[in-house]
Protein backbone atom coordinates (compact mmCIF):
# COMPACT_ATOMS: atom_id res chain seq x y z
CA UNK A 1 0.00 0.00 0.00
CA UNK A 2 1.06 3.48 -0.70
CA UNK A 3 -0.57 6.71 -1.12
CA UNK A 4 0.81 10.49 -0.39
CA UNK A 5 -1.34 12.65 2.67
CA UNK A 6 -0.94 16.14 3.99
CA UNK A 7 -2.69 17.02 7.17
CA UNK A 8 -5.81 19.24 7.76
CA UNK A 9 -5.51 21.51 10.57
CA UNK A 10 -8.99 21.51 11.84
CA UNK A 11 -9.12 18.04 11.50
CA UNK A 12 -6.00 17.36 13.50
CA UNK A 13 -7.16 19.62 16.59
CA UNK A 14 -10.13 17.67 16.63
CA UNK A 15 -8.02 14.38 16.46
CA UNK A 16 -6.04 15.81 19.15
CA UNK A 17 -9.04 16.58 21.24
CA UNK A 18 -10.15 13.01 21.18
CA UNK A 19 -6.76 11.90 22.17
CA UNK A 20 -6.73 13.65 25.19
CA UNK A 21 -10.57 13.06 26.22
CA UNK A 22 -9.25 9.39 26.13
CA UNK A 23 -6.29 9.49 28.47
CA UNK A 24 -7.37 8.07 31.52
CA UNK A 25 -6.19 10.54 33.88
CA UNK A 26 -8.26 13.26 31.79
CA UNK A 27 -11.18 11.23 32.37
CA UNK A 28 -10.93 10.59 35.71
CA UNK A 29 -10.16 14.50 36.40
CA UNK A 30 -13.30 15.26 34.22
CA UNK A 31 -15.19 12.90 36.97
CA UNK A 32 -13.93 14.38 39.49
CA UNK A 33 -14.28 17.97 38.34
CA UNK A 34 -18.24 17.03 37.63
CA UNK A 35 -18.64 15.18 40.84
CA UNK A 36 -17.33 18.34 43.19
CA UNK A 37 -19.42 20.60 40.78
CA UNK A 38 -22.80 18.54 40.93
CA UNK A 39 -22.09 18.19 44.78
CA UNK A 40 -21.05 21.83 45.44
CA UNK A 41 -24.55 23.13 43.43
CA UNK A 42 -26.66 20.67 45.42
CA UNK A 43 -25.43 21.73 48.88
CA UNK A 44 -25.49 25.42 47.42
CA UNK A 45 -29.30 24.98 46.49
CA UNK A 46 -29.72 23.17 49.89
CA UNK A 47 -28.22 26.13 51.57
CA UNK A 48 -25.78 24.12 52.95
CA UNK A 49 -22.68 25.93 52.09
CA UNK A 50 -21.96 29.32 50.64
CA UNK A 51 -21.48 30.23 46.92
CA UNK A 52 -17.97 30.31 46.70
CA UNK A 53 -17.31 26.37 46.49
CA UNK A 54 -20.19 26.31 43.76
CA UNK A 55 -18.59 28.80 41.89
CA UNK A 56 -14.89 27.74 42.55
CA UNK A 57 -16.35 24.09 41.06
CA UNK A 58 -18.06 25.82 38.05
CA UNK A 59 -14.43 27.96 37.63
CA UNK A 60 -12.69 24.41 37.71
CA UNK A 61 -14.84 23.13 35.45
CA UNK A 62 -14.36 25.44 32.29
CA UNK A 63 -10.55 26.51 33.00
CA UNK A 64 -10.40 22.01 32.42
CA UNK A 65 -13.07 22.47 29.77
CA UNK A 66 -10.24 25.22 27.85
CA UNK A 67 -7.50 23.86 28.62
CA UNK A 68 -8.73 20.28 27.31
CA UNK A 69 -10.63 21.62 23.99
CA UNK A 70 -8.11 24.53 23.37
CA UNK A 71 -5.24 24.93 24.55
CA UNK A 72 -3.57 21.24 24.71
CA UNK A 73 -4.52 20.85 20.76
CA UNK A 74 -3.62 24.15 19.71
CA UNK A 75 -0.22 24.36 21.34
CA UNK A 76 0.49 21.01 20.14
CA UNK A 77 -0.37 21.87 16.95
CA UNK A 78 1.59 24.57 16.90
CA UNK A 79 4.63 23.27 18.52
CA UNK A 80 5.01 20.56 15.81
CA UNK A 81 6.26 20.71 12.38
CA UNK A 82 4.93 17.10 11.05
CA UNK A 83 1.54 18.69 10.68
CA UNK A 84 2.79 21.42 8.13
CA UNK A 85 4.50 18.80 6.10
CA UNK A 86 3.61 16.98 2.96
CA UNK A 87 4.19 12.87 3.13
CA UNK A 88 4.51 9.56 1.21
CA UNK A 89 3.84 6.37 3.03
CA UNK A 90 4.65 2.74 2.22
CA UNK A 91 2.68 0.18 3.65
CA UNK A 92 3.48 -3.81 3.75
CA UNK A 93 3.55 -6.69 5.95
CA UNK A 94 6.56 -5.66 8.09
CA UNK A 95 6.98 -2.42 8.16
CA UNK A 96 5.24 1.06 7.71
CA UNK A 97 8.24 3.75 5.72
CA UNK A 98 7.23 7.34 6.04
CA UNK A 99 8.99 9.62 4.05
CA UNK A 100 9.03 13.49 2.68
CA UNK A 101 11.23 15.86 1.20
CA UNK A 102 13.88 15.51 4.96
CA UNK A 103 13.85 11.82 4.88
CA UNK A 104 12.11 9.09 5.52
CA UNK A 105 11.83 6.93 8.81
CA UNK A 106 10.59 3.15 8.56
CA UNK A 107 9.09 1.67 11.61
CA UNK A 108 8.12 -2.30 12.49
CA UNK A 109 4.81 -2.71 13.35
CA UNK A 110 6.36 -4.26 16.89
CA UNK A 111 7.13 -0.67 17.61
CA UNK A 112 3.09 -0.27 17.72
CA UNK A 113 1.25 -0.38 21.01
CA UNK A 114 -1.60 -0.47 19.99
CA UNK A 115 -4.30 1.89 17.71
CA UNK A 116 -7.49 4.08 17.92
CA UNK A 117 -9.64 4.92 14.67
CA UNK A 118 -11.34 8.11 14.75
CA UNK A 119 -13.65 9.70 12.01
CA UNK A 120 -11.09 11.25 10.16
CA UNK A 121 -7.40 9.46 11.41
CA UNK A 122 -5.67 6.60 12.41
CA UNK A 123 -3.97 6.77 15.77
CA UNK A 124 -1.00 4.74 15.65
CA UNK A 125 0.09 4.76 19.69
CA UNK A 126 4.21 3.81 20.34
CA UNK A 127 2.94 4.19 24.17
CA UNK A 128 0.84 6.18 25.99
CA UNK A 129 1.78 9.53 25.26
CA UNK A 130 3.53 9.09 21.77
CA UNK A 131 1.17 8.55 18.61
CA UNK A 132 1.22 9.10 14.74
CA UNK A 133 -1.66 10.65 13.06
CA UNK A 134 -2.66 8.78 9.33
CA UNK A 135 -5.37 10.58 7.70
CA UNK A 136 -8.24 9.17 5.99
CA UNK A 137 -8.75 11.80 3.63
CA UNK A 138 -6.42 11.24 1.23
CA UNK A 139 -7.34 7.04 1.12
CA UNK A 140 -9.55 5.10 -1.15
CA UNK A 141 -12.34 2.81 1.11
CA UNK A 142 -10.60 -0.13 -0.41
CA UNK A 143 -7.18 0.99 1.14
CA UNK A 144 -9.24 2.15 4.75
CA UNK A 145 -10.77 -1.40 4.65
CA UNK A 146 -7.36 -3.43 3.59
CA UNK A 147 -5.41 -1.13 6.44
CA UNK A 148 -7.68 -1.32 8.72
CA UNK A 149 -7.07 -5.62 8.37
CA UNK A 150 -3.29 -5.03 8.39
CA UNK A 151 -3.55 -2.88 11.63
CA UNK A 152 -6.01 -5.69 12.93
CA UNK A 153 -3.47 -8.61 12.01
CA UNK A 154 -0.74 -6.86 13.66
CA UNK A 155 -1.90 -4.60 16.71
CA UNK A 156 -5.30 -6.38 17.29
CA UNK A 157 -8.20 -4.07 18.78
Request: aromatic letters at 18%; a positive charge.
Amino acid sequence: MEFAFSYDKRKVIQALRLHFIARREIKLMMILVNVFAILSALLFYTKKIRPEPFLLGTVIWLMMLIAIWYILPYSIYSKSQTFKEQFTIWINETTLRLENDKGFVTWQWNMFTRFFESPNFFHLYFNEKSFFLIPKEDMTEDLKHEFRALLNLKLGK
